[in-house]
């Protein structure tokens, strides 16, 4: 039996959900996450367990206690995949005194507030240390990243000492796409994700406010809140960008992304941006801060552009610019690449392999 667990059960339904089905006829796998709004989708599972944990805290102990539970009924040929690192974390904390019977893989999708430049994140960092470094060679088998400066922070960190795998991305099902076929009157510009500080959101902010007298342009953001992370934009801040740009809620990214010709992605950090490839897919010009977990992307795809320390004033110009770098793109041979590399089967025939190595 194969275990997927992570601290949300969104998690599990991004990416995973296709890469469990593209795996259900080699592998019995079992999702264990909260389950709130989610648990009906996630209908490729062959079983939900409900993790009662409220990720919404920084530390929820009955949540630690109630993993603690689940992991000791599993046989000690079972092997476990985490999803995240807060999960990764989670899990440590909910194995202190206990005797590792099985293989566990943890993926290490983005480094996350944790290793923010925050006083907060710097505090916690310090406090976890001393856990990670104690559990983490004794509890995991192998370390999945995306990409290498999220590998080289954590294992430097961590004094991680086992296997590590690199696979980039998490999986994309490419098969659910409406795919773009002309532009629009005005240029439609869009954020996706959530609206954290450091996925960017301000600096989306601050471009819209730049370019909001030039009539050509409209500018949208797409996500939500998370209440659970401390980098979540407060009441204020939602309100005063409700009133900068068009908000859209969360929307149906496979069937609505299409409607847009610009996608702008300032995070400041990324594990491989999911977001990006569903963009490029579709069809979308992506401009993106220049960092690994979105320079990769470009780069392989020669599709888009990156900007240097989230400059402004460059995303400005790439907007105005846009029907110029429009004219040199091959979004067939784009798609071709992300199906045959980041696609849910890409990434399942990838864990497959290090399934394989364990089971």
């Given at each position: 039996?194969?275990?997927?667990?992570?601290?949300?059960?969104?998690?599990?339904?991004?990416?995973?959900?296709?890469?469990?089905?593209?795996?259900?006829?080699?592998?019995?796998?079992?999702?264990?996450?909260?389950?709130?709004?989610?648990?009906?989708?996630?209908?490729?599972?062959?079983?939900?367990?409900?993790?009662?944990?409220?990720r919404k805290k920084l530390l929820d102990i009955?949540?630690?206690?109630?993993?603690?539970?689940?992991?000791?009924?599993?046989?000690?040929?079972?092997?476990?995949?985490?999803?995240?690192?807060?999960?990764?974390?989670?899990?440590?904390?909910?194995?202190?005194?206990?005797?590792?019977?099985?293989?566990?893989?943890?993926?290490?999708?983005?480094?996350?507030?944790?290793?923010?430049?925050?006083?907060?994140?710097?505090?916690?960092?310090?406090?976890?240390?001393?856990?990670?470094?104690?559990?983490?060679?004794?509890?995991?088998?192998?370390?999945?990243?995306?990409?290498?400066?999220?590998?080289?922070?954590?294992?430097?960190?961590?004094?991680?000492?086992?296997?590590?795998?690199?696979?980039?991305?998490?999986?994309?099902?490419?098969?659910?796409?409406?795919?773009?076929?002309?532009?629009?009157?005005?240029?439609?510009?869009?954020?996706?994700?959530?609206?954290?500080?450091?996925?960017?959101?301000?600096?989306?902010?601050?471009?819209?406010?730049?370019?909001?007298?030039?009539?050509?342009?409209?500018?949208?953001?797409?996500?939500?809140?998370?209440?659970?992370?401390?980098?979540?934009?407060?009441?204020?801040?939602?309100?005063?960008?409700?009133?900068?740009?068009?908000?859209?809620?969360?929307?149906?990214?496979?069937?609505?992304?299409?409607?847009?010709?610009?996608?702008?992605?300032?995070?400041?950090?990324?594990?491989?941006?999911?977001?990006?490839?569903?963009?490029?897919?579709?069809?979308?010009?992506?401009?993106?801060?220049?960092?690994?977990?979105?320079?990769?992307?470009?780069?392989?795809?020669?599709?888009?552009?990156?900007?240097?320390?989230?400059?402004?004033?460059?995303?400005?110009?790439?907007?105005?610019?846009?029907?110029?770098?429009?004219?040199?793109?091959?979004?067939?041979?784009?798609?071709?690449?992300?199906?045959?590399?980041?696609?849910?089967?890409?990434?399942?025939?990838?864990?497959?392999?290090?399934?394989?190595?364990?089971?």
């Amino acid at each position: 039996m194969i275990y997927y667990i992570a601290h949300w059960d969104w998690i599990l339904l991004q990416s995973r959900a296709e890469v469990v089905k593209s795996l259900e006829s080699t592998y019995k796998i079992e999702g264990i996450a909260p389950l709130e709004d989610n648990k009906y989708l996630l209908n490729n599972y062959s079983h939900l367990h409900d993790w009662k944990i409220n990720r919404k805290k920084l530390l929820d102990i009955s949540g630690v206690i109630d993993l603690r539970k689940k992991i000791s009924k599993f046989k000690h040929n079972d092997l476990i995949h985490l999803f995240t690192l807060k999960t990764l974390i989670l899990y440590l904390l909910s194995t202190l005194k206990f005797k590792k019977q099985f293989s566990v893989i943890a993926s290490i999708t983005g480094l996350g507030y944790l290793f923010s430049n925050t006083k907060l994140s710097k505090i916690l960092r310090l406090i976890i240390k001393p856990l990670v470094i104690r559990k983490i060679n004794s509890c995991v088998d192998i370390i999945i990243f995306q990409n290498e400066l999220d590998k080289d922070t954590f294992i430097e960190f961590s004094k991680y000492k086992n296997q590590i795998i690199l696979v980039e991305g998490s999986g994309l099902n490419t098969n659910n796409f409406q795919i773009k076929n002309s532009p629009n009157k005005k240029i439609k510009v869009i954020f996706v994700g959530r609206l954290l500080k450091e996925k960017g959101i301000f600096e989306f902010l601050k471009i819209a406010e730049a370019l909001k007298q030039e009539n050509n342009f409209e500018f949208f953001v797409a996500g939500d809140r998370d209440e659970g992370n401390k980098s979540s934009i407060n009441d204020h801040e939602f309100k005063e960008l409700k009133q900068k740009v068009t908000y859209l809620g969360n929307i149906d990214v496979p069937n609505e992304l299409f409607q847009y010709d610009i996608l702008i992605n300032p995070s400041h950090h990324e594990g491989f941006s999911r977001v990006i490839l569903e963009g490029a897919y579709v069809g979308l010009y992506c401009i993106a801060n220049d960092i690994p977990g979105t320079r990769g992307i470009i780069n392989d795809l020669k599709y888009g552009a990156v900007v240097e320390n989230n400059d402004i004033n460059t995303y400005i110009e790439l907007i105005r610019n846009f029907d110029r770098n429009k004219e040199s793109l091959d979004v067939d041979k784009v798609r071709d690449k992300i199906i045959k590399n980041y696609s849910s089967n890409a990434i399942a025939n990838k864990f497959s392999k290090i399934y394989s190595e364990l089971c």
